[in-house]
Nanobody, 122 residues
Framework: QVELTESGGGLVQAGGSLGLSCTAF????????MGWFRQAPGKEREFVAA????????DYADSVKGRFTIARDNAKNTVYLQMNSLKPEDMAVYYC???????????????WGQGTQVTVSS
């Protein structure tokens, strides 16, 4: 059982940057892949990025590749998403996700955070 808490959402201008953080609480003795999804109003939830427990494997949606960077600090039980060159289409609620690190990338994610709003103005 894992509880995920996101932080760092806010308002930025198009072309700007924003960093998100997610901290895991609970069964931190197990190894988890962690990542991010997002959902814009009226649109389907979509995958953004994921990182394996070791940090050696990462995966990005094509729409964010080259602009977003995912990283983690296992000593802090925290995953980060650095978002650069933000576009209006990046505006969404961003959700932290986690799943047992059995294969990468996971097909599904068991644990979800409550979400943090990212607003991009043009």
């Amino acid at each position: 059982q894992v509880e995920l808490t996101e932080s760092g959402g806010g308002l930025v201008q198009a072309g700007g940057s924003l960093g998100l953080s997610c901290t895991a609480f609970g069964d931190t003795f197990s190894s988890y892949t962690m990542g991010w999804f997002r959902q814009a109003p009226g649109k389907e939830r979509e995958f953004v990025a994921a990182i394996s427990w070791s940090g050696r494997n990462t995966d990005y949606a094509d729409s964010v590749k080259g602009r977003f960077t995912i990283a983690r600090d296992n000593a802090k039980n925290t995953v980060y998403l650095q978002m650069n060159s933000l576009k209006p289409e990046d505006m969404a609620v961003y959700y932290c996700v986690a799943d047992r690190d059995e294969h990468f990338p996971p097909d599904e994610y068991t644990y979800w955070g409550q979400g943090t709003q990212v607003t991009v103005s043009s």
